[in-house]
Each structure stands twice: as C-alpha cells, then as structure tokens.
C-alpha cells in the first residue's frame, strides 16, 4: 500500500516542479494549439497555448510506475495500453504543429492503430486466462465468445476517442480523468486487501493500483498548470492514454460493463457527437448549439470553470455508483 501512496505522490511532485521548464520549452519550439475556426469565438484567446502536456503526465508516471512495479502481467497491459494510445495521439498532434491545423491523424489510420493496440490486449487477455464474457448485475455472466475480442476493440476505441472530445475547455478532461482513474485505483486496493491476510495478497492487483496511482499524480501535477486559464493543454497525447488506461483497467479487472458509469461523462460527450451529425445529416437540423456537449453549454453563456466543476460532479456521482456496485457484485472476481 505504501508503494501505491509513493508512486502517486512522487508523480505529483515530479509533475509540479517539471510543469514549467516544460511549459517554457514548448513555448520555445513554438509548439502551440491552433484553435478550430468553427469554434467558440472567445476560444481564439487559446491559439498558442503549448500544446502535448500529455507528455509531461506519462512522462512523470512511467517514471514512478517503473520505480516502484512488480512487473505483473495485468499492470504492464495497463502501462502499455496507456502508452500505446498516447503514442498515437502523439502522433495525431505532431501533424497538427506541422501543418499549422487542427486536423490531425486520419480517423481510419487512428482505427487502425487501436485495433493493433487490441490485438495485443487480447494476446495479454489469452495469457492470464480471463474469461470472454461480461457480467452484468442482475444478468450474470453473459458469453460472448469470440465476440468478446471485439467488445476489446469497441472498448478501447471508444475509451480513447471518448476522453479526446472531452478534451476542449481548461481543465475538463484532466479534472474528470483523474476522478475516474481513482475509481479504479480505489477498487483494486480494496481487491488487493480483501485478497488474502498480509504476505500472501495478490499482487496483481497492488500492481494495478501503482499504475493508477502514478496516472493520478502526473495528471494532479499537470491539472496545476490545466486549470482555467490553462498555461498547457494535454493534446490527444494525454487524452487518448487517460482514455486507454481506463479501457485496459476495465479489461483486467473484468468490469467492462462497470466502464457505462466510470466513463459515464466520456460515453455522454461522444454520443452527443453522434446525434449531432445523425441528426444533422438525415433531419438537416442540429440538436445541440454544438458538440461535443460542452460547447453546447458553452454556447448557453455557461462559464468554462461551471461546466468543468459540473462535469466534475457528474462524474464523481457516476464513478460513486460504479463503486458501489463494484463494491457489492464486483469485488469477489479474481
């Protein structure tokens, strides 16, 4: 429990005093978010502002993860997924600093790129033997078969573009990001604990609960300099992993169905996505001022700080019942 506690602070610590020769180097290469012209009209003020914090965060908590891990299977497809997305949200922002744009990675390149991340999700899913079902509270188990490995792709995927569309006002994804990623840190200490009396737990799930930690303590660290008026944005570098380190806790952990509530604001920004152009393209009238969600409530005169803290709460209520159910039908899985 002690590493878990050193990890997250470390990370923390790390990230504060690490936050501005970072901010000041990106200012230096000139490497500054351009702003969509469809957007918000204040939002212009943004254009500049460095951009790809998201390095500093996995930066910091690579560092205290590889410090203090015992290298389990489970935790290391946590790291790696984390990592993976992040390298490729990486990518989607080098090519938006190149081209001086806001379009970034082709989606179908981005597709492509996450299915190769869940090929070897599921290669690490073969190896600890977890079973291709998902349970459901008041359904049970339900067998998907080879299905499931599908669900693997949707999941991450989804995860990962979800935590992206966040990404728009200072504050908001980090801020909600960190809520969630203490959900599941939270569960797997109570797993670790409950597992068996002291010297004879499982470190599995110690070991997943150090990754999480270390996410948490980079993302505190950079929510510092995050926090309106941003003086750094995380990009889809940290947007994208906060994203897949969510997907590959629900993954091994087996609470696939438990990612609807941890996630619950990431799903509700994506589908108001999806109405939007549903709507737009069949009916040929918005329901939204604009999407993602947030900008609609941007567009209602909402101040960026209320919406951030609103959405903040939303996502603590939401994360609250997953506990809760993960706490009464969850907590018994192996």
Not at 14 to 31: D, H, N, Q
Not at 121 to 144: D, F, I, K, M, S
Not at 151 to 176: E, K, P, W, Y
Not at 314 to 328: H, I, K
Request: proline fraction near 3%; hydrophobic fraction near 55%.
């Amino acid at each position: 429990m002690v590493r878990v506690l050193i990890a997250g602070l470390a990370a923390l610590l790390i990230s504060i005093l690490a936050g501005p020769r970072f901010i000041a180097f990106m200012r230096r290469k000139e490497y500054g978010q351009t702003i969509r012209e469809e957007g918000p009209e204040h939002h212009v003020t943004k254009q500049g502002t460095p951009i790809m914090g998201g390095l500093l965060t996995l930066g910091v908590a690579t560092a205290a993860f590889l410090a203090l891990s015992k290298y389990t299977v489970p935790a290391l497809t946590v790291f790696f997924v984390t990592l993976a997305c992040g390298a490729i949200g990486f990518i989607d922002d080098f090519i938006k600093l190149r081209h001086r744009r806001s379009l970034g990675l082709n989606a179908r390149w981005k597709l492509l790129l996450l299915a190769a991340v869940t090929v070897g999700v599921g290669v690490a899913a073969r190896h600890q033997h977890l079973p291709t079902n998902v349970y459901v509270p008041g359904l049970g188990h339900l067998e998907l078969s080879w299905g499931w490995y599908g669900l693997l792709f949707l999941v991450i995927a989804g995860a990962a573009n979800g935590v992206n569309l966040t990404d728009g006002l200072d504050g908001l994804a980090a801020g909600t990001g960190i809520i969630a990623l203490f959900t599941y840190t939270a569960m797997n200490v109570i797993a670790w604990i409950r597992s068996g009396p002291p010297g004879h737990r499982f470190e599995t799930k110690l070991d997943l609960a150090i990754v999480g930690a270390a996410l948490i303590g980079g993302l505190i660290g950079f929510l510092w300099y995050n926090a309106f008026p941003a003086e750094v944005f995380m990009g889809d570098t940290g947007s994208m992993a906060i994203g897949g380190a969510l997907a590959a806790f629900a993954i091994m952990t087996k609470t696939i169905f438990l990612l609807l509530l941890v996630g619950g604001i990431f799903a509700i920004e994506a589908l108001s996505v999806i109405l939007q152009v549903f709507s737009f393209r069949y009916w040929g009238r918005r329901i939204f001022l604009m999407a993602p969600i947030h900008y609609h409530f941007e567009m209602k005169a909402w101040s960026e700080t209320k919406i951030m803290v609103r959405f903040w709460i939303v996502t603590g209520l939401l994360c609250a019942a997953a506990f809760a159910l993960y706490y009464r039908y969850f907590r018994g899985f192996r």
